[in-house]
């Protein structure tokens, strides 16, 4: 079973930046397609972006343009680098395998909020 482990959330203010890193354990970390997915307060967990193996990436309409995914596999490490952000990107954000889903980190808390 891979373990997955979200960080580098935190308070920021709208219009600010930050870069969440996930690492995995295991070995299949350079052959997976992997993503990123949030949880905001009351809400269902929701797609965010994701990353092929080859390195093309997907984003969801509500951060197109304002986050960046990327990876990095000798590390076995996912990044995503937030700029531009609302209060409405505030959430728990997790990464998680593309599908199937391995089981979930304990995420990384981001508010956004002056």
């Known amino acids: 079973q891979v373990q997955l482990v979200e960080s580098g959330g935190g308070l920021v203010q709208p219009g600010g930046s930050l870069r969440l890193s996930c690492t995995a354990s295991g070995s299949i970390f350079s052959i997976t397609n992997m993503g990123w997915y949030r949880q905001a307060p009351g809400k269902q967990r929701e797609y965010v972006a994701r990353i092929t193996t080859g390195g093309s990436t997907d984003y969801a309409d509500s951060v197109k343009g304002r986050f960046t995914i990327s990876r990095d596999n000798p590390k076995k490490t996912l990044y995503l680098q937030m700029n531009s952000l609302k209060p409405e990107d505030t959430a728990v954000y997790y990464c998680?395998?593309?599908?199937?889903?391995w089981g979930w980190g304990q995420g990384t808390q981001v508010t956004v909020s002056s």
């Open positions: 998680n395998r593309v599908s199937p889903l």
